[in-house]
């Protein structure tokens, strides 16, 4: 099961937020993310929040999830007041494709309904390749879906099976082609790199699969063995090895000079696309600090500073809609030093960097250092930005330490 999220602090039982939170809604970017926390089985890396069919029996289904989700879109739309329209709609998850095109087309008539699309809104949804076909693809395109992101992680059969994915390895190509036919220009596909057991050769072959599919984003990502999930027991009882550092750093590289060489282009440091409108700009949202509301069991929003969780069991989330009660189970109040952390712990992680006047001041000898050692670009300091060089992106986390 998933991690338990944070304590906090209490939420209202309607959900109010603070009038400094209000103040500027509107002005700021804004996206919506719904969660849908469905799975036909759980592969074994993953600790989201997800259910199978087995763990949620008959307290929880699609249909009482999509009731609930209407009703919090509502009261988000009311607790906001004047609604700022969705510039971007990402659905996540969980398997969102297990909705099939018309619980997608639902969703996405939910967030017209309260807070509208703006005219050139992104909306994308995840889909696992073994739910999704030619049909599925048309449907969504009718729907007003505009991308697609689909969960590949590797072409070798034997990565999957350690990963405990249950599509076949060329079914996640075959669907991106199926959405690139049906009208879909931004199209990605999601890797895992380091999985025990993958050689070179395999992440080549995954690699040269992705550019076959002509996908204009790419998303990496090592894997990370989370506890309490089927692969860290396995780690655990010595039946596989943990992820090795070098290998991971190893295989970044690899990843990251195949997809140059094809015209794929990172902007953070997990992503990469064919050009500045294939980027995700539901993610640059998150990335740069701006407001969403996140709907759904388990989602997390942030608006003006206030940062706050939904109760995760998908039962629980409905039951408190029901009641007209907000499903919030937490929240923060971000102060500004906790907001100027993120801003550098996110920010340097994309391609354009991050002013140097965003640093405290006794981070930027640290931030001259990181040059000096090869982890920031000299020019782009000079120039009173921070970005992370080729070996920086492999030391993103270390340098973020030593400028915070």
Same mark, same amino acid.
């Given at each position: 099961?998933?991690?338990?999220?944070?304590?906090?602090?209490?939420?209202?039982?309607?959900?109010?937020?603070?009038?400094?939170?209000?103040?500027?809604? +509107?002005?700021?970017?804004?996206?919506?993310? @719904?969660?849908? &926390?469905?799975?036909?089985?759980?592969?074994?890396?993953?600790?989201?929040?997800?259910?199978? &069919?087995? =763990?949620?029996?008959?307290?929880?289904? &699609?249909?009482?999830?999509?009731?609930?989700?209407?009703? =919090?879109?509502?009261?988000?739309?009311?607790?906001?007041?004047?609604?700022?329209?969705?510039?971007?709609?990402?659905?996540?998850?969980?398997?969102? /494709?297990?909705?099939?095109?018309?619980?997608?087309?639902?969703?996405?008539? #939910?967030?017209?309904? !309260?807070?509208?699309?703006? +005219?050139?809104?992104?909306?994308?949804?995840?889909?696992?390749?073994?739910?999704?076909?030619?049909?599925?693809?048309?449907?969504?395109? #009718?729907?007003?879906? !505009?991308?697609?992101?689909? +969960?590949?992680?590797?072409?070798?059969?034997?990565?999957?099976?350690?990963?405990?994915?249950?599509?076949?390895?060329?079914? %996640?190509?075959? #669907?991106?082609?199926?959405?690139?036919?049906?009208?879909?220009?931004?199209?990605?596909?999601?890797?895992? *790199?380091?999985?025990?057991? =993958?050689?070179?050769?395999?992440?080549?072959? /995954?690699?040269? #699969?992705?550019? $076959? $599919?002509?996908?204009?984003?790419?998303?990496?990502?090592?894997?990370?063995?989370?506890?309490?999930?089927?692969? /860290?027991?396995?780690?655990?009882?010595?039946?596989?090895?943990?992820?090795?550092?070098?290998?991971?750093?190893?295989? *970044?590289?690899?990843?990251?000079?195949?997809?140059?060489?094809?015209?794929?282009?990172?902007? =953070?440091? /997990?992503?990469?696309?064919?050009?500045?409108?294939?980027?995700?700009?539901?993610?640059?949202?998150?990335? !740069?600090? %701006?407001?969403?509301?996140?709907?759904? &069991?388990?989602?997390?929003?942030?608006?003006?500073?206030?940062?706050?969780?939904? @109760?995760?069991?998908?039962?629980?989330?409905? +039951?408190?809609?029901?009641?007209?009660?907000?499903? $919030?189970?937490?929240?923060?109040?971000?102060?500004?030093?906790?907001?100027?952390?993120?801003?550098?712990?996110?920010?340097?992680?994309?391609?354009?960097?991050?002013?140097?006047?965003?640093?405290?001041?006794?981070?930027?000898?640290?931030?001259?250092?990181?040059?000096?050692?090869?982890?920031?670009?000299?020019? %782009?300091?000079? %120039?009173?930005?921070?970005?992370?060089?080729?070996?920086?992106?492999?030391?993103?986390?270390?340098?973020?330490?030593?400028? !915070?």
């Amino acid at each position: 099961m998933p991690p338990a999220p944070p304590d906090g602090d209490p939420v209202p039982p309607d959900g109010a937020l603070p009038p400094a939170a209000l103040a500027g809604v +509107g002005s700021r970017p804004f996206g919506v993310y @719904v969660h849908v &926390p469905f799975c036909a089985t759980r592969c074994g890396y993953c600790d989201f929040n997800t259910y199978t &069919p087995g =763990e949620l029996g008959s307290s929880a289904s &699609p249909g009482t999830w999509l009731e609930a989700l209407k009703i =919090e879109l509502e009261l988000a739309a009311s607790i906001l007041g004047t609604p700022p329209v969705a510039e971007t709609v990402f659905v996540g998850g969980g398997t969102p /494709s297990l909705l099939g095109a018309d619980g997608l087309s639902q969703v996405l008539d #939910a967030v017209r309904a !309260t807070f509208g699309l703006a +005219g050139e809104a992104e909306v994308t949804t995840e889909s696992n390749p073994e739910s999704t076909s030619p049909a599925f693809f048309a449907g969504l395109r #009718a729907a007003g879906y !505009t991308r697609v992101s689909l +969960g590949m992680q590797s072409a070798a059969r034997h990565v999957l099976t350690v990963l405990d994915r249950t599509h076949t390895p060329g079914r %996640a190509v075959a #669907a991106a082609r199926e959405a690139r036919a049906a009208g879909f220009d931004h199209v990605n596909l999601d890797l895992i *790199y380091g999985t025990p057991g =993958e050689r070179p050769e395999d992440l080549a072959a /995954s690699l040269d #699969a992705v550019l $076959a $599919a002509g996908v204009d984003h790419v998303s990496a990502y090592a894997l990370i063995v989370e506890e309490g999930t089927a692969l /860290s027991r396995r780690i655990r009882r010595g039946e596989l090895p943990m992820p090795d550092d070098d290998v991971l750093a190893d295989r *970044y590289e690899q990843l990251d000079a195949a997809l140059s060489a094809a015209g794929l282009h990172w902007y =953070e440091v /997990s992503n990469w696309a064919a050009s500045e409108a294939s980027r995700c700009r539901h993610n640059v949202l998150y990335w !740069t600090g %701006a407001d969403w509301w996140g709907a759904g &069991p388990g989602a997390h929003s942030h608006v003006g500073g206030v940062r706050w969780w939904n @109760v995760k069991h998908p039962a629980k989330y409905a +039951g408190l809609l029901a009641e007209g009660l907000s499903p $919030a189970q937490g929240r923060e109040v971000l102060t500004a030093e906790d907001r100027q952390l993120e801003r550098v712990l996110l920010e340097l992680r994309l391609v354009e960097g991050l002013p140097v006047e965003a640093l405290a001041a006794g981070a930027r000898a640290e931030a001259e250092a990181a040059a000096r050692d090869g982890l920031l670009e000299a020019t %782009a300091l000079a %120039a009173g930005r921070c970005v992370l060089t080729d070996r920086g992106r492999l030391l993103a986390d270390a340098v973020v330490r030593r400028l !915070t």
